[in-house]
């Protein structure tokens, strides 16, 4: 509690009659004196007694209109304060105190103020956040002041309710094998085996099924029709390796290599969620890991993976820029040592920075992807399924950390970004760039070899399909000119 100006001036006046008392030789200032000072200790016993009334009596809610939105949209939250008759001898104030990460709205604008005898009072904003990320509100901030503005008091107390604010959703998303969709996509197993992501086992080719289940490696090596049976997902533990090094950032912002892995990423976690699977996470940045969540099946532990997700960039190749580059790992690490043990205002500001901020939480010489996989087979004894979303520019790294990831017995599912669907005007040489798909085509089925490991193609289902439709035409176009000449 802090007296007002208005005390203060009281009190000058009071001690200065005090003073004056015994230089004139008189009572009359002394006790003028005690009834003023008498009065304002009388005034703080009752302000007291009213905050404490107010404090207890009185109710604040925080609602936004929905709890998951995409970026740079406005969501309204309603502030409402209600308290009863009996507690409405002080002037209250309630402020919101906005995230860091969202825009700025003005103080004036998030704050509501009940008068003396006033019991309700509310306001709404709309909040907007320009990158996807999963931001909690503070607490709200309280200012009272009694009926005869002699004291004020402030504090933070309230609800903090949370709102997602995830990527605008990729509609050209494909996810397949060879340039075929794959339809299973999201969805879970049950026990039956079929078109699905985890592959299970080898069997004899059954006459009448569909020839592209036919696996053409296995048969090759076996001399005999086999198809490889796969299921969606199992109720092992699930990994996620996911890659954003600076080479990520390939294509444009919005639809990025890393965008696309994100957006498989997201489907994985929800249907991990959905059924209580166990997932972990291991990020990937240029000189390490950048985060790691060990596994969970909590509610809270799938809301800090998808988080995580959400706040993915790709990081800057090289040194950081300067050293307030927060967007650098090594930069956000230095700054969140520097500010332990600092409780100051400034430096609780910087840490709602640091904590989204990319950190290298263990710094690996060797392919950062392979020391994600060694760092997994170090933490964990348990057999599950790896998956790992990242993309082919380093194909000799990524056989070996493939090869790695399926030791022991683990499935591996392997994600993979074509290098060719994201290059700026790649399309514009037909021949060129189908010799880049048909080179990664043959790499995807490559890495299939290894074991119980699927690789999948992840990318703009437009660009894929132009790519594809415009070689069939290509090619066709040719025989007919080759029969004409003949």
């Not at 103020?113 to 709309?126: D, F, M, N, Q």
């Not at 605008?168 to 969805?187: I, K």
């Amino acid at each position: 509690m802090q007296p007002t100006r208005r005390t203060w001036t009281a009190a000058a006046i009071g001690v200065t009659l005090a003073v004056f008392a015994p230089i004139v030789g008189s009572v009359v200032p002394a006790v003028g004196a005690a009834l003023v000072l008498g009065w304002l200790v009388a005034l703080q016993s009752v302000a007291v007694d009213r905050f404490r009334t107010t404090v207890d009596s009185t109710t604040i809610s925080v609602e936004p209109s929905v709890t998951g939105a995409q970026v740079d949209t406005d969501i309204p939250v309603l502030l409402t304060v209600e308290r009863p008759p009996a507690a409405a001898e002080t002037t209250l104030t309630v402020s919101l105190s906005m995230p860091a990460a969202a825009r700025s709205v003005p103080k004036k604008d998030r704050q509501v103020t009940l008068a003396v005898g006033e019991t309700r009072a509310t306001t709404s904003i709309l909040l907007s956040v320009p990158i996807a990320s999963r931001i909690s509100f503070s607490e709200p901030i309280w200012e009272l002041v009694d009926s005869h503005t002699a004291f004020t008091d402030s504090f933070d107390r309230g609800p903090t309710p949370t709102v997602t604010f995830e990527a605008q959703t990729l509609r050209n998303l494909h996810v397949g094998r060879g340039g075929s969709e794959l339809s299973a996509f999201g969805q879970h197993p049950t026990d039956k085996t079929g078109d699905g992501l985890t592959p299970t086992e080898l069997r004899q080719y059954i006459g009448g099924e569909p020839a592209d289940r036919i696996d053409w490696k296995a048969t090759a090596r076996l001399s005999d029709a086999y198809v490889r049976e796969f299921q969606t997902e199992s109720d092992r533990e699930l990994t996620l390796i996911i890659d954003h090094r600076s080479q990520m950032g390939a294509g444009s912002t919005d639809n990025s290599m890393l965008a696309y892995v994100r957006e498989v990423a997201l489907t994985l976690v929800g249907t991990a969620e959905t059924e209580g699977d166990p997932l972990r996470l291991i990020t990937v940045g240029d000189d390490g890991l950048t985060k790691t969540v060990d596994a969970t099946r909590q509610p809270s532990g799938y809301a800090q993976i998808r988080e995580q997700l959400l706040s993915l960039e790709p990081t800057p190749a090289g040194p950081p820029s300067s050293s307030v580059d927060l967007k650098h790992p090594d930069t956000t690490r230095r700054l969140a040592q520097q500010l332990t043990g600092d409780n100051s205002a400034f430096a609780t500001k910087l840490r709602q920075f640091t904590a989204t901020a990319p950190s290298y939480t263990q710094r690996i010489e060797s392919d950062p992807l392979y020391g994600a996989v060694d760092y997994l087979q170090a933490t964990t004894t348990a057999t599950g399924l790896t998956i790992i979303l990242t993309t082919d520019t380093n194909r000799p790294w990524l056989r070996e950390t493939v090869q790695a990831a399926e030791r022991g017995g683990n499935s591996v599912l392997v994600f993979l970004t074509p290098q060719v669907l994201f290059d700026a005007g790649e399309l514009s040489d037909i021949d060129r760039a189908y010799s880049r798909y048909y080179d990664f085509e043959q790499f995807r089925t490559e890495l299939e070899e290894f074991g119980p490991v699927v690789a999948y193609e992840v990318g703009p289902g437009d660009r894929l399909a132009r790519l594809l439709s415009a070689r069939r035409k290509d090619t066709a176009s040719r025989r007919t000119a080759s029969g004409g000449v003949q």
